[in-house]
């Protein structure tokens, strides 16, 4: 069992690597491998996609290195293998990221990726730190993850869903911030979960037995 984290320059991979080495140890979750490589993608047996900054500049990295993205497509859409997006990895599912210009996304899951704005002016963009999840409808990827569990969070965009039944989960920051989203066999989380401790060594551990 292969698990493949694409690493296309955009963010420090080094704390998802620990994280995703340890639950793999802990729930038997075999190899995890840090690529680049279009090849290394294709016999991945599971891929996680992080993303940290703004969406174009991820979108754009993504693309630059030949045959990746496609590698990535033909393996979640084609074959159906498990897919975890993080951050701005999981808002590159969107039909559109609003982040300084219209930017397509993936087109994977349905809706855009819009500025945070909370309801009380007083609290900051970016969002950043601890929330709590509010759990939206159950699934295999949230076992053992409840109301209440805290996440780590960093991002001043959101995704917006068009389906209410791809959202998984959200956060309240004076109004709802989504959180967790999915479909078949692809998943995404706006916070990191190599970063939130118990909840997010959680989820990575039920990604890594998950089999849609």
Sequence with gaps: MLTVLVDYDS????????????????????????????????????????????????????????????????????????????????????????????????????????????????????????????VDRAHPMLDGIATGDHAYFVHSYHFRVADPAHLLAHADYAGPITAIIGRDNIVGTQFHPEKSQATGLRLIGNFLRWRP
């Design 11 to 134: 963010g420090n991979l080094h704390s998802a690597q620990k994280a995703f080495q340890r639950m793999a140890a802990e729930v038997g979750g075999g190899e995890i491998l840090v690529s680049s490589k279009a090849e290394d993608v294709a016999r991945a047996d599971r891929i996680v996609l992080p993303g940290d900054g703004a969406f174009p500049a991820c979108r754009q990295a993504l693309d630059g290195y030949g045959g990746l993205f496609e590698a990535i497509e033909e393996a979640v859409v084609g074959r159906g293998r498990p897919f975890l997006g993080i951050c701005v990895g999981m808002q590159m599912l969107a039909s559109w990221g609003r982040e300084y210009h219209d930017t397509p996304g993936f087109d994977w899951i349905g809706g855009e990726v819009v500025r945070i704005v909370p309801a009380d002016p007083a609290l900051k963009v970016p969002h950043m730190g601890w929330n709590d999840l509010v």
